[in-house]
């Protein structure tokens, strides 16, 4: 439901109007609103301008700075108290430690490609180590370092003509990670002048050696490669622990910074909102009515001369006021299902209440089978051992408990286990319907299901719009309109006795002239969508049919495949498969049938959620006080 | 012979609306997966205006099980 909201005034000396902005954040519950038209709002001066520019700096370099700690993994604890420090020198602290934490980002990222680079020439160095260990002589050999791109053929066809012309060598390849070849060619240092021109030859080019190895030859630079990585690996290392120690030092000052940036700013837009005269100042704003009391005894206790005043109902429109929705536990989870859509209008109807009803039931009807919904509350207990305490998981878990239950009972009442296995292994006889031979009377219930569905929401129409009597009485005529259709229709389907017919039909032919005096000549046409909304909701049962048939081909796959191993298989496999179907087409369809068909009768969305003035935290402000 | 008219009228009932769906949901998801790409805040409008046009192969289910039941 809708919480009752209370306006509220507050008038003071204009020089209290920080002392009491504080205490409003403090108390965390005024959603600040405009003054009246005729009160002078508060004109920002150069300095509060400039200090707004100023903080709004300040914060970007405190996120930059904790958010490029993070990224040197040296995270700072955003909940943590922190140590408060005056506005200048954390402002001053937050843009070193920006500015430092970004040269250690760009020298590690240098350092990494660096190291990613030498890694990846290590192994072949190392095989030139052994290779030159091998040999023994290292004057006696030349080195060279190749880089090729091609297939297998092409590194074939330079070892033959290696091979042919140096007669004795070594030739040893990796690829690198960018997909070239490197290639290690160690021949006799006599025949340096034709390996040279034979690679010439061959457009073979000389892989560069790293640069960061200082460059010269392969075997200078082998020289080099070990204690390099080493030096990059100690520097890294290095970045690592400044970054925690920083991390530690400055950390906490940082948080408090952050949290009295954000607050001093929360304050300045609060102040932009508020009235000011000469002398006194006004402000305004939203709370929950219950929480007015409260308000007054903290405010007048924190600024004895601050005046807390509830505007009158009548002086505020009902659309002004921004939404607090708050249902008892067991509707909770719903409010996931509903948050979907935008905020209901204050004053209007929060539908939570009703999707908490009628949502697991309408699943269950279409499910509607023991085996299934004994699989759904697994899943449900899964979820809700697995989900903690609260949030989403958590919240599914309920909801799936919920349908779980519905589709346990809608099960016995058809019936059902694992569509007609349990009639035929079991014995089972439905109590109520049997869906598989009962198609009519089902599509029947459906129907009925959904014109008492839409008379609630028309109903419900009536109630919300009771201040405006004229719309009330549309929507309740609409209601009893619909009611005399369904009267109409039970009698054709001799569901009713059949004396009702005519009565009902000429009340019927009475109210829509009077319908359309009420709302205008577009009620006739509201009618006759709202009829068909009734009948929309004949997707019960053609969904609930398909189910409880699909689940029957699965059953029938036992014995149809040869082996009955092989049956049964391709039966749990489809059987799997329709449950997965019957997670999802119902839900689906079921939320439309809320969203189109039954909010259309009275949901007025647009509300403006509830976002008190208050301290500010890094996790998201729960919604109410 | 009148077993194979109910069955085609019932076949036509749904390949008709079924086929309708088809080119609805076609037209609508393509333009859903547009505006989910630059406003993912639309998703539930986008599942909603998806799942509306199913109401046509629905009601022709309905038709072609009334066929079947009250012809046959």
Redesign the interface.
């Known amino acids: 439901m809708i919480i009752p909201m209370a306006r509220v005034r507050l008038i003071g000396r204009k020089d209290e109007l920080s002392q009491a902005l504080v205490a409003l954040q403090d108390a965390g519950t005024l959603h600040l609103a405009t003054p009246a038209d005729d009160v002078p709002r508060h004109a920002p001066s150069a300095r509060e301008r400039r200090r707004r520019r100023d903080l709004e700096r300040a914060l970007a370099d405190v996120d930059g700075a904790l958010a490029g700690l993070r990224a040197l993994d040296a995270a700072v604890d955003a909940g943590g108290a922190g140590a408060a420090a005056p506005a200048g020198r954390a402002a001053w602290l937050a843009a070193r430690v920006r500015g430092r934490t970004t040269a250690w980002a760009r020298e590690r990222q240098a350092l990494t490609d660096e190291r990613t680079a030498l890694a990846a020439f290590a192994p072949l160095f190392a095989e030139l180590e052994a290779l030159i260990g091998e040999t023994g002589a290292r004057r006696l050999f030349t080195v060279h370092l190749l880089r090729l791109r091609g297939d297998g053929a092409t590194t074939r066809r330079l070892r033959e003509v290696l091979a042919r012309t140096l007669g004795p060598h070594e030739l040893r390849a990796r690829t690198l990670p960018d997909g070239e070849l490197a290639m290690l060619l160690l021949a006799p240092a006599a025949r340096a002048a034709d390996v040279e021109r034979l690679l010439a030859d061959a457009h073979v080019e000389s892989a560069p050696v790293p640069l960061a190895l200082g460059g010269g030859t392969v075997v200078e630079a082998l020289a080099r490669l070990r204690p390099r990585l080493a030096a990059v690996d100690a520097r890294l290392a290095a970045i690592a622990a400044e970054a925690r120690e920083v991390a530690e030092r400055a950390g906490p000052t940082l948080v408090a910074a952050r949290r009295g940036f954000h607050d001093e700013l929360a304050e300045l837009a609060a102040r932009a909102l508020a009235g000011e005269t000469p002398r006194a100042f006004v402000v305004e704003g939203w709370l929950p009515a219950a929480g007015v009391a409260a308000l007054t005894a903290r405010l007048t206790a924190a600024v004895p001369g601050v005046s807390v005043a509830e505007v009158a109902r009548a002086a505020w429109h009902s659309d002004d006021a921004p939404v607090v929705l708050r249902n008892p536990t067991i509707f909770e989870p719903f409010e996931r299902l509903t948050a ?2 935008p905020l209901p209008r204050y004053g209007s109807v929060d539908p939570t209440p009703f999707v908490a009803v009628f949502f697991p039931m309408l699943f269950g009807l279409i499910v509607g089978d023991l085996g299934y919904g004994a699989m759904l509350a697994v899943v449900a207990a899964i979820l809700w051992w697995r989900g903690g305490a609260r949030g989403w998981a958590h919240d599914l878990a309920r909801i799936a408990a919920a349908i779980a239950g519905y589709t346990l009972l809608f099960g016995l009442l058809f019936g059902e286990l694992f569509g007609d296995l349990g009639a035929r292994a079991l014995g089972l006889r439905p109590l109520w319907m049997d869906r598989h031979e009962g ?2 009377p089902f ?1 029947g219930l459906a129907i009925a299901i959904g014109l008492v569905h839409l008379v609630l929401g028309l109903v419900t129409a009536a109630v919300a719009r009771r201040r405006h009597p004229r719309e009330a009485a549309g929507r309740g005529l609409a209601a009893l309109m619909m009611v005399l259709i369904g009267v109409v229709l039970a009698t054709l389907m001799k569901l009713l006795p059949g004396a009702l017919f005519t009565p009902a039909l000429v009340v019927l032919l009475v109210a829509l002239p009077v319908l359309v005096v009420l709302e205008g000549a577009t009620a006739l046409l509201e009618l006759l969508t709202t009829v068909g909304h009734a ?2 909701y ?2 019960v ?3 609930g ?1 398909a189910s409880v048939m699909m689940a029957m081909v699965a059953n029938q796959m036992v014995g149809a495949f040869g082996g009955a191993v092989i049956g049964v298989l391709f039966a749990l496999v489809f059987h799997l498969v329709n449950f997965a179907i019957a997670m999802f087409s119902p839900t ?2 079921v ?2 049938l809320h ?2 068909e039954f909010f259309g009768t009275f949901f007025d969305p647009g509300g403006d959620p509830y976002r008190p003035l208050s301290r500010w935290s890094p996790e998201p402000c729960p919604e109410g006080p | 012979m009148d077993v194979l008219w109910i069955s085609i009228g019932a076949a036509l009932a749904i390949v008709g609306s079924a086929l309708a769906t088809a080119w609805a949901q076609s037209r609508i998801g393509a333009a859903a997966a547009a505006a989910l790409a630059e406003k993912p805040e639309l ?2 409008t986008a ?2 205006m998806v ?2 046009p ?2 046509m192969v ?2 022709g ?2 038709i072609a ?2 066929i079947v ?1 009250k012809g046959g």
Request: net charge positive; aromatic share 6%.
């Open positions: 979907m859509l198609i009519l599509l009948l929309s004949a997707r049962m053609a969904l049919t689906i369809h939320l439309r969203y189109v | 998703r539930t599942v909603l799942a509306i199913e109401t629905i009601l289910f309905v099980v009334l039941l």
